[in-house]
């Protein structure tokens, strides 16, 4: 029987030089620009088959952070600089990893004010991202 571990706190996500923490709900990874990495071209006769292989290494992350959170002044600054720099998330329980050379928040968030506390999305874009899906470490 494998056994495994899942701490939020051990997942390390940096965007230029900024470690970005108080996040409110799940950070979300998208890659391949929104697209399949392999598009299926086949003839009108159907003999034809070919794997076209997209290339497409763009991204986004969104970054949920709690209205109390710090890093929220600290992005609206970099927002407001057209800050680009490299983007690094690492999970720390196991072997995956995201990491861009260039990444720009391309979407900041909209906030909500209500009886409860919301959180306030904050979207980055990436270029020539390079992401290993891994699994956690097993228990020893």
């Known amino acids: 029987m494998s056994v495994a571990t899942w701490d939020f706190s051990k997942l390390i996500v940096t965007w230029?030089?900024?470690?970005?923490?108080?996040?409110?709900?799940?950070?979300?990874?998208?890659?391949?620009?929104?697209?399949?990495?392999?598009?299926?071209?086949?003839?009108?006769?159907?003999?034809?088959?070919?794997?076209?292989?997209?290339?497409?290494?763009?991204?986004?992350?969104?970054?949920?952070?709690?209205?109390?959170?710090?890093?929220?002044?600290?992005?609206s600054a970099a927002f407001a600089a057209k800050t680009i720099g490299p983007l690094q998330i690492k999970d720390l329980n196991g072997t995956t990893v995201c990491q861009a050379p260039a990444a720009v928040i391309s979407k900041r968030p909209a906030p909500t004010f209500g009886k409860e506390i919301s959180a306030r999305e904050w979207t980055i874009s990436f270029a020539d991202g390079d992401i290993t899906i891994g699994g956690l470490a097993a228990v020893s």
């Open 16 to 75: 230029a030089g900024i470690t970005v923490t108080g996040f409110m709900n799940d950070v979300t990874l998208t890659c391949d620009g929104g697209e399949d990495a392999v598009k299926t071209v086949v003839g009108s006769d159907g003999r034809e088959t070919v794997f076209v292989f997209m290339n497409n290494r763009t991204g986004d992350v969104v970054l949920p952070l709690m209205a109390s959170a710090r890093a929220n002044d600290v992005l």
